[in-house]
């Protein structure tokens, strides 16, 4: 069985008292048949940072990107298209939108995504998107800027069925999270039993939103087997189904052959 954890954070994780080192967090993680992992970056100096933790791993690859709350940090548009051509990098982002925290930076968030999607187009690569009360101007900027030419994922997927239809009619696939096993998730679990088989996703976004039982505990990619599990649960399909079907979808989605990482040891 092979699953892949579509979206984390491997340069967050506690590595002073929970992890010897990120070669640590991928056994753990294949132990759970999780034998690839794409690490996100945040910020453009945190991609460096990112490059230099992980290291050369052959179950890992990477993305570059700005993320909406962190607009303070100095970014370059060049450098952001520069390093999105580093071996390794399938994908620009994460990026989006996020109004819970910074209302007042709308318009900046607006430039820097547009930004990313006009990167992304010329280099023929998925956008990872990060949205968060702000569902309207996501959805129109990927309508006027075309995102559909690229393609990409709406990772931690929190939104309802309506939201959904919309971006699946763009040609975007579906990333779901820990919070799918959440007590006081059902209507996201609507969306999961709303979403087609080929344009799903798994991910744990860890360090953050650890799925049951591992809640309130820091997040590892060896948990998105526990993600995987309950979704196959409300797909109405074996694990070993699904792992295959969301497998083959990061493939397509990130341009990946898959099964060149099958005897990652």
Known sequence: MFLVDSHCHLDYLN??????????????????????????????????????IIGRHNNVLFTCGIHPLHLNEPYDFAELRRLSTEEGVVALGETGLDYYYHQEKKSQQHVVFREHIHVAKILNKPLIVHTRNAREDTLAILREEKASD????????????????????????????????????????????????????????????????YRGKENQPAYVRDVADFIAMLKGVSLTQLAALTTANFGRLFHVETHTYLNTN
């Not at 990409?152 to 959904?164: K, L």
């Not at 039993?193 to 953050?208: A, G, I, K």
Request: a neutral charge; hydrophobic letters at 40%; charged letters at 20%.
């Open 15 to 52: 590595y002073q008292t929970l992890h010897q080192d990120v070669e640590d967090v991928a056994a753990k993680a294949r132990s759970r048949d999780v034998k690839l992992m794409l690490a996100v970056c945040t910020t453009l100096t945190g991609f460096h940072t990112m490059k230099a």
């Open 150 to 213: 690229c393609g990409g994922v709406i990772h931690c997927f929190t939104e309802d069925c309506s939201t959904a239809k919309v971006l699946l009619e763009m040609g975007f696939y579906i990333s779901f999270s820990g919070i799918v096993t959440f007590r006081n998730s059902e209507v996201l679990r609507q969306v999961v039993r709303y979403v087609p088989l080929d344009r799903l996703l798994l991910e744990t976004d860890s360090p953050y939103l650890a799925p049951v039982p």
